[in-house]
């Protein structure tokens, strides 16, 4: 059996079932988690509106084993509950019971766009709300039911406002979404009332709702909310009927009434909802003790490309945790930092994820800050009639892409006069800004009492390489000014992520224009200039460290403890083996003594069996048999290569074992010579005999060179050899160092008859100074001639071993006769009768009787 | 008989027979296991192979034909990697670029031929029976091999970066290595970054070299050995790419080959360095250990 195992067909064998083995459990694996979920797609009554129903289309996924906690997952603004269905089932796949529903106004749900009103958005989702805690699915902990509400940019705002106002809510997940309207739709980097209008934007999230079918002019919007959004994007500035409607739909007005823990996930790279929305939402919610965490991921509206996964993955850890009751009120905050590092898979820049104890905001307390030098002189600026040629920072949706088109966005801008820019020195040391800079400036206004104006900070590399981070420009509006006056502001720069390196400097950028926003459409001039011509610039700085990062010297220990364990345990096994046999000082003089020696081959083949015999100093011992007797073989383990199944091979008292130093007075040629082909047949001899580490004159070099015979082929490469001529190398390398034993496999072999006869020669003079020489033959007269003494092996037994009369006159006796015809004469005469036979050679004779016998 | 007359028609001459006749009895040789097969020796047998003198003569034309590849097609395009984009910036940013071509196969496949082939090449020629019936002690044999073969293979890894250093500074000027997340390097800082990643794509390689020199103690086809150990290399990143596999992957051989690119990062991130290096340590533990086990044993019978 074991040797059945350790056959090498078992093993493929054993080899191809481990593979197949864990390649089907990670099929299997991957396939269970498709399949256990189940989903059921109904419409659900929605909040009436204008007296007539309104259905909501919703699509249940179950997971694999109920009830589960519940998750309400709203959609992103246009689209519909259909391009939630992998996150949907990404959430049930760990375990959650999950509704998505097309919002009112979008898909096949019914009733029109309120723009997350809380009479109807809202309400619609208390409805489904109600919907959930009526499934037996869901699971209830002390009767109440356990549901989240999650949603990405408008489905983020709806699960903010849902928390506000339905308590049955345990915990949020909302990414990439706002806090207040008016600042996302009118930003302004100084003060708090609303600033430019996010033109290109906002006209890309209203056209969104337009759809075959619905209203040309309003699409699928409600007429109020239309109307608000048509007079304001006319002027730029907000009606107040839009005002009152941003307002409602803001969940900064209802923060206080959050208390299911929640999650902010917001994007670096996202100019509509920018990472100042989800700060003011995390301090509104903390404020009142509800536990917040903060998460700045990749991506966001200006690349959608990137972070959604990131996103979902946070929320299913934060409800795994809410729903365990293991979160606490200070939560550790992760952020991204966009080209961290260098991708090992690509050699690009690649995002690294960072992250610290606590959320320290994106400016104040407790955020620690760093403060930058920038000074420049005092600039005028002039913004076109119209507002074009306007700065280019940002193609809404495309941030990805426009970061990529590299210099043309990213060089600093440069149509001629519109740009201030404000420079620091090259950087000491790298900074590594996370959050909102700010910076003081004075503005004077020649002609108009507002102004408007486009802040950003950007990375200039020594090359002058300018980057803008994130693509991110802080907009300017301060209204009730006077021409001439100079007016200084404190400017609230982009929140951003960004290690600016040693060597680069930091420039502050202050622009007329940006094809972003709604521009003025009068030509006008500013002066922009730093309180004093220098201005320190405040930086808050990162506070995480690298999450991946850090010195995981646990590997090097378990590496090393493995490497000291296997190398500990393999020294082991072979010290071990090597304590086997014990030298026999009382057959010191004997050159090799070999007893009761059998190799069995795996598959139970015995190529030598029970073979004893002994070799004494001065003989010439052939072993003789046919192929396949084994005679190679037992060469094979009198050498040391081979390691027997049983008994003993001595050579001078010493057992042979593999490396066994007694091995150094033995000579061999084993099966053919083996020479390096691309040496010559001098410098294999040379190498060879290095190789034995013994004194060069202990080799007799000229000995072998003489017996080798090779003449000046010697100094040819050995690949060009006759095999006659590798054969006779290989008996003179045998033959280095005139070791005691020699031991020759059919030398014979490839030899022409002079120099058989030669080799006769030189064994039977090698054997006379004392030397012992085996060699082996399937050639019986080879043998006869050679050797004083011989064992004859059959089948891998030995038949015979003895001298050479001995053996031959075991056979009976043999009379050979000059003349045939006269001996058959005198024999007649005498009156014995004779018969004349073909000669045959005694120890033929023997042998094939011999070998009869075990036949 | 004259001696040119016997030579004709004889293996031998009439004067070894002399010379044997009057030799006296042998004497136990003077024989120290701890001086057969010296690394010098050693050094002697692979050197002198065309195999060996080929591999370094490539690695010393390939540095140039990329240079002059890109000194004639005007540097990489616009849509390639930034490290690749960066290449023709300067000597580093070459070698960088270097090492980054080259270590997904072209350093395997030498590392794997330097390897896989010592011992199972010998097996090849006949020449490994004679060289442990001497005898060379097995254990003694595979460390002096392996000793000759790795100091190889860590040749060709420094070969490399240094000569496409001179290369490319002498195509694109010696300016201080360029990151692709930005900013550039002193020359003191870029030089040491290069040694660490010299340094940590030897430990990478010692998995490959580790399992072609098991494959080479057990096979007596110098190609099997080779080809085996590369088909490793190969198979490992294929299932790489399966991120379906993934808390296991990182525990792929060829998972962290090219985490020496965290050295761009400043400061240098060392986790994925730390982690490779131990896997590699233990790949090679295991792979060594089970060579010297079954080589120990081995029935040589080739």
């Given amino acids: 059996m074991r040797e059945r195992l350790r056959s090498r067909r078992t093993r493929i064998g054993l080899l191809a079932l481990a593979v197949l083995i864990v390649a089907g459990s990670v099929a299997g694996a991957v396939a269970a988690s498709r399949s256990a979920v189940t989903t059921s797609t109904q419409f659900v009554a929605g909040t009436p509106e204008n007296g007539a129903p309104v259905r909501l289309d919703t699509t249940l996924y179950l997971p694999a084993s109920t009830p589960a906690p519940a998750i309400l997952l709203s959609q992103g603004f246009g689209g519909d509950k259909t391009e939630l269905d992998g996150e949907a089932r990404t959430f049930a796949a760990h375990g959650y019971v999950v509704l998505t529903y097309s919002a009112r106004g979008f898909g096949r749900s019914g009733g029109l766009i309120h723009f997350a009103a809380p009479r109807y958005e809202v309400h619609d989702a208390e409805l489904l709300v109600d919907y959930l805690a009526r499934r037996p699915e869901v699971q209830r902990v002390a009767g109440r039911p356990q549901i989240a509400a999650a949603g990405a940019s408008y489905g983020g705002g709806l699960s903010l406002l849902l928390a506000a106002a339905d308590p049955r809510i345990s915990a949020v997940a909302a990414d990439i979404t706002w806090n207040d309207l008016t600042h996302a739709f009118f930003p302004n980097a100084v003060g708090s009332g609303p600033g430019v209008f996010k033109k290109v934007w906002i006209g890309q999230l209203f056209a969104n709702a337009f759809a075959p079918g619905a209203s040309v002019s309003c699409g699928r919007f409600a007429p109020d909310v239309c109307a608000a959004y048509q007079a304001s994007a006319r002027t730029g500035r907000p009606t107040p009927a839009l005002l009152a409607m941003l307002r409602r739909a803001s969940p900064a007005h209802v923060l206080d009434r959050i208390s299911a823990p929640t999650l902010l996930t917001q994007g670096e790279n996202d100019s509509l909802f920018p990472l100042s929305e989800a700060d003011a939402n995390a301090r509104g919610i903390a404020a009142h003790g509800t536990p917040v965490r903060v998460v700045w991921r990749p991506g966001g509206h200006d690349d959608p490309s990137t972070g959604a996964s990131t996103a979902v993955s946070a929320a299913i850890e934060w409800f795994d945790a809410v729903f365990a009751g293991r979160v606490s009120r200070t939560q550790p905050f992760r952020y991204t930092e966009a080209e961290g590092v260098v991708s090992a898979a690509t050699g690009d820049a690649a995002a690294q994820t960072l992250q610290a104890d606590a959320y320290p905001g994106i400016a104040g307390a407790p955020r620690p800050t760093s403060t930058v030098t920038v000074a420049g002189p005092s600039q005028d600026v002039a913004a076109p009639a119209g507002g074009v040629p306007a700065a280019i920072t940002d193609i809404p949706g495309f941030g990805g892409i426009s970061s990529r088109v590299g210099s043309a966005l990213t060089a600093l801008p440069s149509a001629f006069g519109q740009t201030a820019y404000f420079a620091s020195q090259p950087l000491a040391s790298s900074l590594a800004i996370a959050g909102q800079p700010t910076v003081r400036i004075v503005v004077t206004p020649h002609t108009t009492r507002d102004v408007t104006l486009f802040a950003a900070l950007r990375d200039l590399a020594p090359d002058g390489a300018a980057t803008l981070p994130a693509q991110l420009v802080a907009p300017i509006r301060l209204t009730g000014l006077t021409p001439g006056q100079p007016d200084t502001v404190t400017v609230r720069l982009p929140s951003i992520v960004r290690n600016v390196l040693a060597g680069h400097r930091l420039v502050l950028t202050v622009t007329t224009t940006d094809s972003g926003y709604q521009l003025p459409a009068d030509a006008r001039e500013y002066t922009v200039a730093l309180p004093g011509g220098a201005a320190q610039l405040s930086v808050p700085v990162s506070t995480g460290t690298p999450v991946s990062a850090g010195h995981p010297v646990a590997w090097l220990i378990v590496a090393a403890a493995v490497c000291l364990l296997i190398g500990g345990a393999v020294a082991f096994v072979i010290v071990r083996r090597r304590r086997v046999l014990r030298p026999i000082p009382e057959l010191a003089d004997v050159p090799v003594l070999i007893s009761s020696l059998t190799k069995e081959y795996a598959g139970g083949y015995r190529a030598v069996d029970d073979v004893s015999f002994r070799v004494e100093h001065g003989q010439v011992v052939g072993l003789l048999g046919p192929n396949g007797a084994g005679k190679t073989t037992t060469l094979r383990v009198l050498v040391g290569l081979i390691t027997p199944t049983s008994g003993q091979v001595y050579v001078f008292g010493q057992p042979v074992l593999p490396g066994a130093a007694v091995l150094a007075r033995l000579g061999a040629f084993i099966e053919g010579p083996g020479f390096l082909p691309h040496l010559t047949g001098r410098e294999n001899l040379r190498l060879y005999w290095a190789a034995t580490g013994r004194p060069f004159e202990e080799a007799e070099f000229q000995t072998a060179l003489d017996i080798a015979g090779l003449g000046a082929s010697i100094d040819r490469r050995v690949r060009t050899y006759s095999h006659g001529m590798r054969q006779r190398l290989g008996i003179a390398q045998a033959m280095l160092g005139l070791p005691e034993v020699l031991v020759l496999d059919e030398p014979t072999n490839g030899l022409d008859p002079p120099q058989i006869a030669e080799m006769r020669e030189v064994l039977r003079r090698y054997a006379q100074t004392g030397r012992t020489v085996v060699v082996s033959s399937h050639l019986l007269a080879e043998v006869e001639q050679t050797c004083t003494h011989v064992v004859v092996m059959h089948k891998g037994r030995l038949v015979a071993a003895g001298s050479v009369p001995e053996i031959a006159g075991a056979g009976g006796m043999q009379l050979a006769v000059d003349d045939v015809d006269k001996a058959q004469q005198v024999l007649a005469a005498a009156g014995i009768g004779a018969e004349a036979v073909p000669a045959r050679r005694a120890l033929e004779d023997v042998f094939l009787d011999l070998v009869g016998d075990t036949e | ?302």
Avoid at chain 2, 54 to 60: K, Q, S, T, Y
Avoid at chain 2, 71 to 92: H, I, M, Y
Avoid at chain 2, 167 to 194: C, K, N, T, Y
Avoid at chain 2, 270 to 284: E, N
């Fill in chain 2, 1 to 302: 008989m004259s001696e040119r007359e016997l030579s004709g028609t004889a293996a031998t001459r009439r004067g070894v027979h002399d010379r044997l006749a009057a030799l006296g009895p042998g004497r136990a040789p003077s024989f120290d296991p701890g001086r057969t097969l010296r690394l010098g020796v050693e050094f002697a047998r692979q050197l002198r192979r065309r195999r060996t003198q080929v591999v370094f003569g490539l690695l010393l034309i390939l540095p140039l034909i990329i240079a002059i590849a890109f000194q004639v097609g005007g540097g990489a395009g616009s849509d390639a990697p930034q490290l690749v984009g960066l290449a023709t910036s300067g000597g580093f940013n070459f070698v960088l670029f270097t090492e980054f071509a080259s270590v997904g196969f072209l350093l395997v496949v030498v590392v794997a031929l330097f390897c896989g082939d010592t011992v199972a090449s010998e097996a090849n020629w006949s020449s490994l029976r004679y060289l442990l019936a001497q005898p060379v002690p097995r254990s003694r044999l595979l460390r002096q091999k392996l000793i000759v073969s790795g100091a190889l293979s860590v040749a060709v890894n420094v070969l490399l970066p240094v000569w496409a250093f001179v290369v490319g500074g002498l195509f694109f000027g010696w300016s201080p290595a360029r990151s692709p997340i930005g900013g550039s390097f002193a020359s003191g800082a870029s030089s040491e970054r290069l040694i660490i990643i010299v340094a940590y794509i030897c430990g990478q390689l010692l998995v490959v070299a580790s399992l072609a020199f098991l494959l080479s103690v057990s096979v007596d086809n110098p190609l099997g050995a080779v080809g085996g150990s590369v088909m490793l290399v190969v198979v490992s990143n294929i299932l790489d790419q399966i991120t379906a596999l993934d808390p296991y992957r990182k525990f792929l051989p060829t998972h962290f080959n090219y985490a020496w690119v965290d050295t761009l990062s400043s400061p240098i991130r060392w986790d994925d360095m730390i982690r490779g290096t131990g896997l590699a340590l233990v790949y090679a533990a295991v792979f060594l250990g089970y060579a010297w086990l079954r080589f120990d044993r081995k029935d040589v019978t080739s």
